[in-house]
C-alpha cells in the first residue's frame, strides 16, 4: 500500500475528527472541506477519476461553500469570535500540516509516483453506464434537484 | 497485507461513525448538519471503493447519485436553518423540543 494511498486516508480521518470536534462553525466546515478534499486523491487512487474530480468540484467546492455562505449569513457571534489569535504560530501548525500533506499528495499524483491501486474505470464507460442501464435513476436524480430546488424555493420566500 | 479497497472502505466506516458520534455530541444545528455531510461522504466512499473491489462502473454510478442526494439535503436543510434560526432566535437543537400546531 503506497504512500499516497496512506497519506490521502491518514488527512481524511484527521480532518474528519477535527471537522466534528472544533468548538468554532468556521473552523469545522474548513476542516470538512480539507477532509472532503483528501478524499479526492482517494477515489483517484481506488480507479474513479471521474468521481474524483466530481468529489473536488461538488462536495468540496459547492457543497460546503454553500454551508460557508449561509454561515456567514447568520448574523450571531456564537461562542467563537477569534480575531487576535490567527498571528500565535501554534495555531498553524496543524492546519500547515494538513495542507501539506494534501499538495505533497498532489505532488505525488502528479510526478506520477503514485499510480492507481485498482483498474481505471474511463468516463466513457461511467457515461455508457448512465445513459444505458441506470438511465432512469438519472432522470430520478434530475427530479429530486428539481424538487429541491422549489422547496429551497419555497423556503426562501417566506415571511421576512 | 490489507488490500486498498477494504482500507477505503474501513476509512468509510470511520467517516460514519465519526459524523454520528459528532451528530449525537453537539448541540447546534450547523455542526450537526457538518457531521451528517461528514457521514454522507463516507457512505459515498463505500461505494467507490466497492466500485474498487469489483472492477465496475456501477459503484461510481451510485456515488455520483450519493453526491446529488448530499447536495439536495445539504441545500433543505441550510433553507430550514435560515428559517429555524429566523423564528426560534436561536440555533440550539435542545431549544426545538415540541412539535406545535
Known sequence: ?160 | MIPPPSVALLLSVFLVAAGLAGLLARRNLVFLLVALELMFSGAALAFVAAAARWGQSDGQVMFLLVVTVAGTEAALALAFLLRIERLAGTLDSEAQRELRG
Do not use: C
Request: aromatic share 8%; proline share 5%.
Open chain 1, 1 to 160: 500500500m503506497h504512500i499516497g494511498f496512506t497519506l490521502a486516508v491518514a488527512v481524511t480521518a484527521v480532518a474528519g475528527l477535527l471537522a466534528v470536534g472544533r468548538a468554532n462553525a468556521l473552523h469545522a466546515l474548513l476542516y470538512l472541506v480539507v477532509a472532503l478534499l483528501a478524499q479526492a486523491p482517494l477515489i483517484y487512487l481506488l480507479g474513479a477519476p471521474f468521481a474524483a474530480a466530481i468529489q473536488a468540484i461538488l462536495y468540496a467546492g459547492a457543497i460546503v461553500v454553500l454551508f460557508v455562505f449561509v454561515i456567514m449569513l447568520l448574523n450571531r457571534p456564537g461562542p467563537e469570535a477569534d480575531g487576535e489569535g490567527r498571528r500565535e504560530a501554534r495555531r498553524w501548525l496543524l492546519p500547515a500540516l494538513l495542507g501539506a500533506a494534501l499538495f505533497v499528495e498532489a505532488a505525488l499524483l502528479l510526478a506520477g509516483l503514485a499510480l492507481p491501486v485498482a483498474g481505471t474505470v474511463t468516463v466513457k464507460a461511467l457515461g455508457a453506464d448512465l445513459f444505458g442501464p441506470y438511465r432512469v435513476a438519472v432522470e430520478g436524480a434530475s427530479l429530486l434537484l428539481l424538487a429541491g430546488l422549489a422547496a429551497a424555493w419555497h423556503l426562501a420566500r417566506g415571511e421576512p
